[in-house]
């Protein structure tokens, strides 16, 4: 396969550019600090995988005291205050270590095309897991405060649309544009730090024109998902169906979700939101893994993302009315067969990079893998 080959010989060139004055005046000088006291011998997919496991904690942490995004809808707050202190230093260590991964893989001169794959396949999935933990500051619609379900699916797929634009930007020109909202969106850490020491209650009173400061947090969380400076670099596409068939199965994807949403006869999304949503963030990270892989080996994605057929005969049973009852127990059965298919996709693909003889020829040369894989 040609990804493999594209991967592990080195043939992948990879450009980013990040304009955001935040990175680039603040965080970036204290990346740099800090990446001086990591240890040499620690691989930098360590640090990668790390970060994504304290968003992951972090995730069910909140998921086990506010399940369907009621507990911070009353005063004082159902979770409690170490909770939300817990969240504040996971999701800033989290931003941390996927900021400097990339710093260490090149101070050790292990940086590879494989390592590149393995953290912007995890940040596809950290991304909605992110949002879906911030969900429960904003807190459900109550009646007096807090926001709608359908509002909640409405950013996370904005959010989720920002991610795929910066990929499928990479694919149509060869950069990778950082959007300005992955730095503005750790202001978000001081969100958790602020109620774990004030309270919920901070949030349940308008700020400002009767805007809820949950309400500028998630403007921030969304950030910006275009930059009109992107369109004076060369395209590599010249066919313009090429170049816009990457978004064809995301935009399928959401159209078919968005019906579910919609048309539920059950209501699934009031029912279950954490568990919908879940399940969103999940479909959407593995369509633009194959994006991601597509743009690294420079190949054409499939039209129709394989995922699309299973969820289309769930929606139709669904708001046909053919699961009556059930449509509940599917929605966590098809969430589970999801997300264990996502993860044994991630896992194929990086055991059979490591498994050809580039693989073994890297980790024996120390390669971004490094210690931790050479060791077991």
Same mark, same amino acid.
């Given at each position: 396969?040609?990804?493999?080959?594209?991967?592990?010989?080195?043939?992948?060139?990879?450009?980013?550019?990040?304009?955001?004055?935040?990175?680039?005046?603040?965080?970036?000088?204290?990346?740099?600090?800090?990446?001086?006291?990591?240890?040499?011998?620690?691989?930098?997919?360590?640090?990668?995988?790390?970060?994504?496991?304290?968003?992951?904690?972090?995730?069910?942490?909140?998921?086990?005291?506010?399940?369907?995004?009621?507990?911070?809808?009353?005063?004082?707050?159902?979770?409690?205050?170490?909770?939300?202190?817990?969240?504040?230093?996971?999701?800033?260590?989290?931003?941390?270590?996927?900021?400097?991964?990339?710093?260490?893989?090149?101070?050790?001169?292990?940086?590879?095309?494989?390592?590149?794959?393995?953290?912007?396949?995890?940040?596809?999935?950290?991304?909605?897991?992110?949002?879906?933990?911030?969900?429960?500051?904003?807190?459900?619609?109550?009646?007096?405060?807090?926001?709608?379900?359908?509002?909640?699916?409405?950013?996370?797929?904005?959010?989720?649309?920002?991610?795929?634009?910066?990929?499928?930007?990479? *694919?149509?020109?060869?950069?990778?544009? @950082?959007? %300005?909202?992955?730095?503005?969106?750790?202001? /978000?850490? +001081? &969100?958790?730090?602020?109620?774990?020491?004030?309270?919920?209650?901070?949030?349940?009173?308008?700020?400002?024109?009767?805007?809820?400061?949950?309400?500028?947090?998630?403007?921030?969380?969304?950030?910006?998902?275009?930059?009109?400076?992107?369109?004076?670099?060369?395209?590599?596409?010249?066919?313009?169906?090429?170049?816009?068939?990457?978004?064809?199965?995301?935009?399928?994807?959401?159209?078919?979700?968005?019906?579910?949403?919609?048309?539920?006869?059950?209501?699934?999304?009031?029912?279950?939101?954490?568990?919908?949503?879940?399940?969103?963030?999940?479909?959407?990270?593995?369509?633009?893994?194959?994006?991601?892989?597509?743009?690294?080996?420079?190949?054409?994605?499939?039209?129709?993302?394989?995922?699309?057929?299973?969820?289309?005969?769930?929606? *139709?049973?669904?708001?046909?009315?053919? @699961?009556? %009852?059930?449509?509940?127990?599917?929605?966590? /059965?098809? +969430? &589970?067969?999801?997300?264990?298919?996502?993860?044994?996709?991630?896992?194929?693909?990086?055991?059979?990079?490591?498994?050809?003889?580039?693989?073994?020829?890297?980790?024996?040369?120390?390669?971004?893998?490094?210690?931790?894989?050479?060791?077991?």
């Amino acid at each position: 396969c040609k990804i493999y080959r594209y991967v592990l010989t080195g043939i992948y060139k990879t450009h980013a550019v990040d304009t955001n004055p935040l990175s680039v005046y603040i965080m970036q000088p204290i990346w740099n600090k800090i990446i001086k006291i990591v240890p040499l011998w620690i691989a930098p997919n360590v640090l990668t995988f790390s970060g994504f496991v304290m968003i992951l904690v972090n995730y069910f942490l909140i998921s086990f005291y506010d399940w369907d995004y009621t507990a911070s809808g009353t005063s004082p707050g159902l979770v409690p205050t170490w909770v939300w202190l817990f969240s504040a230093f996971t999701t800033f260590c989290a931003y941390a270590l996927d900021s400097i991964d990339g710093k260490h893989a090149r101070r050790t001169q292990s940086s590879t095309p494989l390592g590149e794959l393995f953290d912007h396949g995890l940040d596809s999935w950290a991304t909605s897991i992110f949002v879906l933990s911030f969900f429960s500051v904003c807190s459900r619609d109550n009646g007096k405060t807090g926001v709608s379900v359908y509002t909640m699916y409405i950013y996370l797929s904005i959010v989720l649309f920002n991610f795929t634009c910066s990929h499928w930007e990479k *694919y149509n020109t060869g950069v990778l544009f @950082l959007p %300005w909202g992955y730095d503005i969106s750790q202001v /978000v850490s +001081t &969100a958790y730090l602020l109620t774990g020491a004030v309270g919920v209650e901070v949030w349940q009173k308008p700020f400002l024109f009767g805007y809820y400061i949950t309400d500028a947090l998630v403007m921030l969380l969304i950030g910006k998902c275009l930059d009109p400076s992107h369109l004076k670099k060369t395209l590599k596409n010249d066919s313009l169906y090429e170049g816009l068939l990457p978004l064809v199965s995301p935009l399928l994807l959401f159209i078919l979700l968005t019906v579910w949403v919609v048309l539920s006869p059950g209501n699934i999304l009031a029912k279950q939101p954490r568990l919908f949503l879940w399940m969103v963030g999940v479909a959407f990270s593995n369509v633009i893994c194959k994006v991601i892989i597509c743009q690294m080996s420079s190949t054409q994605p499939e039209l129709f993302h394989w995922f699309l057929f299973p969820l289309a005969l769930v929606v *139709y049973a669904a708001i046909s009315g053919l @699961l009556g %009852w059930t449509e509940e127990v599917v929605l966590a /059965v098809f +969430t &589970a067969l999801v997300t264990a298919a996502h993860v044994h996709y991630g896992v194929c693909v990086v055991s059979r990079c490591l498994q050809s003889s580039h693989g073994r020829g890297a980790l024996r040369r120390g390669g971004r893998w490094g210690y931790l894989t050479e060791k077991n």
